[in-house]
Each structure stands twice: as C-alpha cells, then as structure tokens.
C-alpha cells in the first residue's frame, strides 16, 4: 500500500506539471486533456484511499464512536475494521453491530474515482468523434 500511495502520489504530480506544460503551448486536443485529467483524479483517488487504509490499519479514524454499551445495555465485544468502504463496525455482545463510516475518506475517494470515470469516457468518446470526422473526410 506503501507503494501504491507513493506512485499515485507522484502520478498525480506528474499529470498536473505535464498539464500545466501543454497549456502553455499551442492548444493540445480535447481528448488529451480529457485523458490526463482523468489520470490526475484517478491517482488522486488511489492516493486518498491508501490513505484511508493506512488509517484504518492504525486503528482507524473513528474508533473513539464505539461506545461501551449500546442502547440494549449489550457491552462492547469488538470493533471490526473493513478497508473497503473503509469503515469501522462496533461489535456488541448481543450481536448488534454499529457501523461508522468516514465520510470525508468516502468523498475523497469516490468523488475523484467518479469524475476520472466521466474524465476518460469524455477523453474516449471524442477521440472516437474526431476520429470518424477525419476517417469521413479522407
């Protein structure tokens, strides 16, 4: 995860210097723009999730809302902990369960993943279009 965290974190760096290089020469296409965008948001997404594991491995971000005894009286048996959707789930002796899930680790994983979706099926699409309006010219 270590590794992951890091290539997402340089491809991400990487996706933006290049973006940042081909607006300040003639315009490149759409399709490319789209395309590195969506690697950009993509690292992004992997990097906030290693993040997230990395957080839960650790004992989670959010163990402290386990409370002792639940509204039945059932005291606390465990506090399980899942790396996807990166969630903590508190355990009760009467089998009862009570899952915290890390909503700003949630919107920065998904939010990214999502728009890199949209990204690189708009970078597909036109570079589909152009390539038909310039196979019906020839």
Known sequence: ????????????????VVVLILLSHPPPPVPVIYALVALILASTAAAAYCYGWFSVTTGGPFPELCTSRNDAGAGLAAIEQRYWPLRNACVYSDGSTVEYVSMPVSVFVCLPAGAALVSAGASAYLRRRAGKATGAIS
């Open 1 to 16: 995860m270590g590794a992951l965290l890091g290539a997402s974190l340089v491809t991400a760096a990487v996706g933006v």
